[in-house]
């Protein structure tokens, strides 16, 4: 059984269905409707608000987490062209990070003329590593807290830069509605995309003049190899696909239709093997990490 609205099957994680005027809908499109879901404009005016609050005398007026894929490079490029910042643009490498997502960055940043950081998390490449031994999936538990410790962290460095621009597509969560700012210990999150696109095809209209190359990925990522692996992995195993997590919320916000969440669902990449090889590879290295590779 699939939810009517979002498309996600009942079995991932034993999702709860309620019936509503002949339709079934999962718990996550039951709060998604309660919620008031600003207009595209209303996430602009956001986030130009909390712009106009940074600090003018500031080296940067914002740092930009960069991880070389399509929506923080979209997000650097709104950042810089639109609204026109002195960006710094920090990428944090994990040791899964692609030699494909380090080129686009290398390319983006000569291209935009800013200046970047490149910061090696060894933490990061640990506990990533041991969710894959422990037939875990990062991307649920694992990354997301270490992306907030390095904004921590940077903010904590540069303490006068009070605004981060991440890629994320999909706003933050609150109790009865969404935002593309969050405030946090100090500095603000801020998710630029939400205010420039309203479907998934539109961030790569965005990048379309960037030195950007598209490189076939295997799961929902266009900058890491460890994604692909664990996915497969993991769906060995526990016989669940979490992807439709990720992917339901896009059909949610109308990023992408059910058709093409289950197309995207069923699709197989050919570069499987070659990421997982070289994953297997990283995990099996005497080394803890190898940048190099």
């Known amino acids: 059984m699939r939810c009517d609205l979002c498309g996600i099957d009942r079995s991932i994680f034993s999702t709860k269905f309620i019936k509503r005027q002949k339709k ?15 207009s595209r404009k209303e996430y602009k005016k956001e986030i130009e608000q909390i712009l106009k609050t940074s600090d003018k005398s500031s080296a ?16 650097l490029y709104v950042a810089v062209k639109y609204y026109k910042l002195k960006v710094l643009a920090v990428t944090v490498d994990n040791g899964f990070l692609s030699n494909e ?3 686009n ?3 983006v940043t000569a291209f935009l003329k800013v200046d970047h950081k490149l910061i090696l998390d060894k933490s990061w490449f640990d506990s990533i590593k041991n969710s894959i031994k422990n037939n ?4 649920l538990k694992i990354c997301a807290g270490h992306k907030l410790n390095n904004i921590m962290k940077l903010h904590k460095r540069f303490p006068d830069i009070k605004c981060f621009i991440t890629g994320d597509e999909l706003p933050f969560v609150f109790d009865d509605n969404y935002s593309s700012v969050k405030k946090a210990n100090g500095f603000f999150l801020l998710r630029v995309l939400c205010g420039w696109i309203k479907k998934e095809k539109d961030v790569y209209g ?16 266009s900058d890491c190899l460890a994604v692909g692996y664990a996915l497969e992995k993991y ?6 696909n979490p992807e439709e997590i990720y992917l339901s919320d896009r059909v949610r916000h109308g990023l992408i239709n059910k058709r093409q969440f289950m197309s995207f669902l069923n699709k197989r990449n050919k570069n499987l093997p070659r990421h997982s090889a070289l994953v297997k590879n990283i995990l099996l290295q005497k080394k803890d990490i190898d940048y190099q590779r």
């Open 60 to 75: 940067y007026g914002a740092i930009v987490l960069l991880s070389g894929g399509k929506d923080s490079v979209a997000a």
């Open 105 to 107: 960055i290398e390319k």
């Open 101 to 103: 997502a380090k080129k």
């Open 235 to 240: 769906k060995k195993i526990h016989g669940l």
């Open 206 to 221: 965005i990048i379309s003049d960037l030195p950007w190359e598209k490189h076939p990925f295997y799961g929902y990522t």
């Open 136 to 139: 875990d999936l990062p991307c």
């Open 24 to 38: 079934i809908y999962c718990s996550a499109c039951i709060r998604f409707l309660g919620r008031k879901r600003p």
